[in-house]
């Protein structure tokens, strides 16, 4: 991963720490919403892969109501490079991991699962963005993801159907 200063501007905006920690953020909380527990660790990788890819943000379905495997079996181009993406978005991943925590906004339970903290959200959501920009439907999209993966079943099985490994 590049150091701050020589990441590209672009790259440096969309991967920036803070923005990613807040998308990793919402979707622990649906997860654990959806779920009553903290996000596993390694589902925390596979936010940000579909969450940023415009083509596979826009293909997400509207409502958990579709399954994850129907989903896969009905837009298979959803699987094509996702594995290369995921393992690109890794370092991003942790170190926006690691932003969360030191911020407050995300924190480890006694069991290693990943849960949000709300005592830090109010000053996090200062930072509002209109409902027709792309960091809005970032983040709408990272709830969903939460949520769609707290009903998918077992990590093992989340990766199978994505046909990638931890």
């Not at 622990?28 to 903290?38: A, D, E, M, V």
């Not at 129907?70 to 890794?90: H, K, M, N, Y």
């Not at 991991?97 to 709300?118: E, H, K, P, R, S």
């Amino acid at each position: 991963m590049q150091s701050w200063e020589q990441r590209p501007f672009e790259y440096a905006n969309l991967l920036n720490p803070a923005f990613c920690s807040i998308l990793l953020r919402n979707a622990i909380k649906s997860y654990h919403t959806q779920k009553k527990q903290g996000m596993p660790y390694p589902l925390l990788f596979l936010v940000l892969p579909l969450v940023l890819h415009g083509s596979t943000r826009n293909a997400l379905p509207k409502t958990t109501v579709t399954k994850l495997h129907i989903w896969l079996q009905r837009q298979p181009e959803a699987r094509v490079g996702f594995g290369d993406r995921t393992s690109s978005l890794v370092p991003y991943t942790k170190e926006a991991l690691a932003f969360g925590m030191q911020t407050g906004i995300v924190n480890i339970c006694d069991d290693g699962n990943f849960t949000y903290v709300n005592a830090k959200l109010k000053r996090i959501l200062a930072v509002s963005w209109s409902k027709d920009t792309e960091p809005y439907s970032c983040c709408k999209k990272a709830e969903f993801v939460g949520r769609w993966l707290a009903q998918a079943g077992e990590v093992s099985t989340i990766y199978t159907m994505w046909g990638i490994c931890p």
